[in-house]
Structures are given as structure tokens and as C-alpha cells.
């Protein structure tokens, strides 16, 4: 590990849409700054994501300086979203989790609607200080966390991504490899380690920030969709079957919760500390 560098960074404004790859983030208690912040959700306020609408993959986000996005997509012209006036909110649901969120405008709502062709709304979380409590299984109190999935950060390294594809390449759907990280949707990538070695992490640095490794991540459909053209094959969750199948959940990477709160740099130096 003593060769071990943050290889890249990534951001995520918007929940399933695309990202932006900083070469430093700040780091908060629920994650990078900025990262999953909004959210669109349907008519019945459930999240909205890559798994019924792979379109999204193709929904460019520009971060704003004041927290706000700019929207682009394949044929529509782009929307500028400011940040919306955090006193009228509603409750919407991400998972199992009931939460508060501010709707932006109305031309927001319609032009995510109009391009995901259903109705979508989007939304935003103003405090993600108190919004969202982590998995108590794997969190300590008062430990919170964005829209993401379930976990502030999301890791994930080069060299197992490399053995996932050598994997790939000996299987029944080989055409479809070598992948790509962006299948994976990480926030912090990692290089200079031995294939799958994150599996057995349970605290790591990066630079002067300290982070506690929470639980092994369980991979979707959404690995399957090409995020250049969202398309959809079989793997890589197929192989992940085959070989990283732990209980019911097929993993690959790992979800970090963040000990200290800084800035972290691509070329930062990362050290396991149990």
C-alpha cells in the first residue's frame, strides 16, 4: 500500500445523472460537497433512477457556484436551476427512507419530465446534516448522508476493475468488456493496490482525512447500462454472480464513511489503517 494514490474523484450533483471528475473535493460528514444534493422523484415522491429510466445516464449536470445545476440532454436546450427556498418542503422517498426535500421550479419539474417522457420532479436536499440518517446497521448516531444510495462515499479500485475485466473477457459475454469505471459510479477511485485487497478494509486514509469502511457495496442493473449511450447487456453482473456473490448481494467496492471533514486531492496517498 505504500504506492497506494487517489487516482480520481467524482461528483454527482444529481442522483443517476452524470457526474464531473474535480481534482479536489471537500469532504462533509455525508459525503463530497455537492454530491447527490438533488434528486428527481415520480408522482408518488419515489426516488427516480438509472434502474426504470437508463436515460438518465445521458443527463449532463453542471455544478453551479451557489449550489444550483445546469441541465443538458441530447436535444433539448439547457435549464439553469437555482437552488430552491428551503421553507417549502416535502416529504419524498428513497428507499426505505422518508425524506425532506425542497421541489425546484416548475420548469424544472417540465423539462425532466418532458425528457424522461413521465413525470418526474426535481428536488433538493437543503440539510443533509439531519435529513437522512445512515443505516443504523452500519452507522453510529448521527451519522448522515445525501440521496446517494446508502453511504456517504463509494470506493472503488483500478487493479480490481482490471480483474473483473480479465474476468469478463474469459466469460460467455466477453464482447462486452473491457468496462469502464463509470459503470460503477464511484466517488473516490483508487490505485496501486493488489486486486479486490479493499475487500478486507475496515478504516483508510486519504491525504490527512480519515474514513471508516462501512459494509461491501451490492451492485444493480445500473452496471449494465453503457453511461455513453445507455444501453443495456449482462455484465458485468453476470461475473459478478460467479465469482462476487457474498449472501444475496453481488459486490464490488466499498462504502466509506468519513471520520474527519477537509479537502481531499487527486494524488493524495492512501493507507489502510486496520
Known amino acids: 500500500m505504500a504506492n497506494s494514490v487517489l487516482a480520481s474523484i467524482h461528483v454527482y450533483p444529481v442522483k443517476a445523472a452524470q457526474g464531473h471528475a474535480p481534482r479536489e473535493a471537500v469532504v462533509e460528514p455525508w459525503g463530497l460537497a455537492g454530491d447527490r444534493r438533488w434528486m428527481l422523484i415520480d408522482a408518488s415522491g419515489k426516488a427516480i433512477t438509472q434502474r426504470p429510466h437508463p436515460r438518465l445516464a445521458l443527463t449532463a449536470v453542471e ?4 449550489g444550483g445545476v445546469r441541465l443538458s440532454a441530447p436535444g433539448r436546450e439547457p435549464l439553469t436551476v437555482a437552488v430552491p427556498d428551503p421553507l417549502g418542503t416535502t416529504v419524498v422517498s428513497i428507499w426505505k427512507d422518508k425524506v ?18 413521465t413525470e418526474a420532479r426535481l ?3 437543503a440539510d443533509p446534516a439531519t435529513s437522512r440518517p445512515i443505516d443504523p446497521a452500519h452507522a453510529r448516531a448521527g451519522e448522515t448522508v445525501s440521496f446517494a444510495d446508502g453511504y456517504p462515499l463509494l470506493l472503488t479500485t483500478r487493479s480490481s476493475l482490471d480483474a473483473l475485466n480479465s474476468l469478463i473477457a474469459q466469460g460467455d459475454h466477453c464482447d462486452e468488456g473491457p468496462l469502464p469505471m463509470n459503470r460503477f459510479r464511484p ?43 445507455a444501453d443495456r447487456g449482462k455484465e458485468p453482473l453476470r461475473t459478478l454472480a460467479r465469482h462476487r456473490r457474498v449472501g444475496d ?3 464490488f467496492g466499498q462504502n466509506l464513511v468519513p471520520e474527519t471533514t477537509g479537502t481531499v486531492h487527486v494524488g493524495d496517498p492512501v493507507t489502510v489503517l486496520e
Open 123 to 125: 428536488v433538493h436536499m
Open 63 to 66: 455544478a453551479l457556484p451557489d
Open 187 to 229: 466517488n473516490v477511485v483508487v490505485e496501486g493496490t493488489p486486486p479486490w485487497a479493499e475487500d478486507d478494509w475496515k478504516r483508510i486514509a486519504v491525504g490527512e482525512l480519515t474514513f471508516r469502511v462501512a459494509k461491501k457495496c451490492g451492485r444493480c442493473v445500473v452496471t449494465t447500462t453503457d453511461q455513453r449511450t
Open 249 to 251: 448481494q453481488l459486490v
Open 100 to 117: 425532506d426535500a425542497v421541489p425546484a421550479d416548475e420548469a424544472a419539474h417540465l423539462w425532466c419530465s418532458e425528457w424522461l417522457d
